[in-house]
T-cell receptor, first 115, second 112 residues
Framework: GAGVSQSPSNKVTEKGKDVELRCDPI?????LYWYRQSLGQGLEFLIY????????KSGLPSDRFSAERTGGSVSTLTIQRTQQEDSAVYLC?????????????FGPGTRLTVT | AQSVTQLDSQVPVFEEAPVELRCNYS??????LFWYVQYPNQGLQLLLK??????LVKSINGFEAEFNKSQTSFHLRKPSVHISDTAEYFC??????????FGTGTRLKVLA
């Protein structure tokens, strides 16, 4: 079946502009995650959705970052007033929230460059 | 809270040579452990996982990792690498919840 998809694959934006990044999880996966991957930094957890609610937003770096999920499916990560330090690859993952492993399946990512 | 350390940021190795990528973790509770691989310009793919049972786990492409509770390690090994194994490898730990803690990754560069 189809995996996790993300769009756009690349986004170049000017400092101060808003951007929206989209994630389509695997059908039936109730859990959805956003991560940020910066050069040499590994993966930084941003937010976790269970259905349409976000019980853990602890990784969002500032109030310029927000995310929503609708219909228990598609999620959008919005970054307002982008800064150069926001440049990174943003990865989305989804999983079945059952058992204990919460095995996560990742999308290909959106590479964001803020100029 | 859990943490993961991947001490080697880059590992160069010649084709057909063995390789070990190191991963150490810390946790006050039982954990699940994972290795993910990221090929250039792609997302992360699960390579193998330890949930319970046998401490030696294997992937379909020849990698294996051993959970060592006393040394809090989950090192990844392959006896003979191929050029196609060139990628970045991430170790991750979970305490059985949604929260995965990832290491900073190790870039494996296989040389001809």
């Amino acid at each position: 079946g189809a995996g996790v998809s993300q769009s756009p694959s690349n986004k170049v934006t000017e400092k101060g502009k808003d951007v929206e990044l989209r994630c389509d999880p695997i059908s039936g996966h109730t859990a959805l995650y956003w991560y940020r991957q910066s050069l040499g930094q590994g993966l930084e957890f941003l937010i976790y959705f269970q259905g349409n609610s976000a019980p853990d937003k602890s990784g969002l770096p500032s109030d310029r970052f927000s995310a929503e999920r609708t219909g228990g499916s598609v999620s959008t990560l919005t970054i307002q007033r982008t800064q150069q330090e926001d440049s990174a690859v943003y990865l989305c993952a989804s999983s079945l929230a059952r058992g204990h492993s919460y095995e996560q399946y990742f999308g290909p990512g959106t590479r964001l460059t803020v100029t | 809270a859990q943490s993961v350390t991947q001490l080697d940021s880059q590992v160069p190795v010649f084709e057909e040579a063995p390789v070990e990528l190191r991963c150490n973790y810390s946790s006050s509770v039982s954990v699940y452990l994972f290795w993910y691989v990221q090929y250039p310009n792609q997302g992360l793919q699960l390579l193998l996982k330890y949930l319970s049972g046998s401490t030696l786990v294997k992937s379909i492409n020849g990698f294996e990792a051993e959970f060592n509770k006393s040394q809090t390690s989950f090192h990844l090994r392959k006896p003979s690498v191929h050029i196609s194994d060139t990628a970045e490898y991430f170790c991750a730990v979970s305490a059985g919840t949604y929260k995965y803690i990832f290491g900073t990754g190790t870039r494996l560069k296989v040389l001809a």
